[in-house]
């Protein structure tokens, strides 16, 4: 299919998934991850309206940004490292990875000298993966006490990967998981402001996501394709 028509399908898709939790479309962002394609990909991405693009490496990144970077909204969605912050901070709106200490006082420490905030989603591994980054479920309140005042880090939602399911349904738990836990934190009042943002769902599972409370949507294969699937002159 061609780039259109795999947005086309996934927006029927996403629609679909509000309709039968009783969501609005409305709530539900999507990031094009662009991590496996071109600058010329990627700005055919941008010319389609798909405002969001995500990024994993800052060394895959930085090509795309040089030649794109004052176009789209920029998310960081891979393991960052504390000594890549320098290269993302004031570039990437969005840090979807933050799950250590070190990070999260480089992020602010790097910020404050830009005079500029970070909006940062919490890593959390729901699935127990050893494979997987990001905090145990348990240490997350405690977590979010630590890093409470830093005062140019604003922890605005949780994000997760579940494991790749054969049946996308086995999924449905890890993400319900992370919603609950998103209610239990708010509860306990540890943010300045409450979490609202749930970071879920990717190519092989995002409608069970949407059902389950998803906001922001990571889609790569099932809506930017493979490099190939673009054609240039």
Request: net charge negative; with cysteine; proline share 3%.
């Amino acid at each position: 299919m061609s780039l259109e028509e795999r947005i086309k399908e996934v927006n029927a898709r996403i629609e679909a998934a509000c309709a039968r939790s009783g969501r609005s479309r409305d709530e539900v962002n999507v990031i094009a991850v662009t991590k496996y394609v071109s600058a010329a990909a990627m700005a055919s991405v941008l010319d389609n309206d798909l405002e969001h693009v995500g990024e994993n490496r800052w060394q895959d990144a930085a090509d795309k940004w040089s030649k794109l970077g004052d176009r789209g909204t920029w998310h960081f969605i891979g393991h960052l490292q504390t000594n890549k912050v320098k290269d993302v901070i004031g570039k990437f709106k969005f840090i979807h990875s933050l799950d250590r200490l070190s990070l999260a006082q480089e992020l602010d420490k790097k910020a404050a000298a830009l005079g500029l905030r970070v909006k940062a989603f919490v890593q959390v591994n729901i699935s127990g993966e050893i494979s997987k980054y990001g905090l145990s479920p348990e240490t997350v309140a405690p977590f979010l006490e630590q890093i409470r005042e830093l005062e140019h880090v604003d922890v605005i939602g949780l994000m997760t990967m579940a494991p790749h399911e054969e049946d996308p349904e086995h999924t449905r738990p890890v993400f319900r998981g992370l919603r609950e836990l998103r209610d239990r934190l708010n509860g306990q009042a540890l943010t300045r402001e409450p979490i609202v943002h749930l970071s879920m769902g990717m190519s092989n599972d995002f409608e069970v996501a949407v059902e389950e409370g998803a906001t922001w949507l990571r889609l790569g294969s099932v809506l930017v394709g493979r490099e190939e699937d673009f054609q240039w002159a």
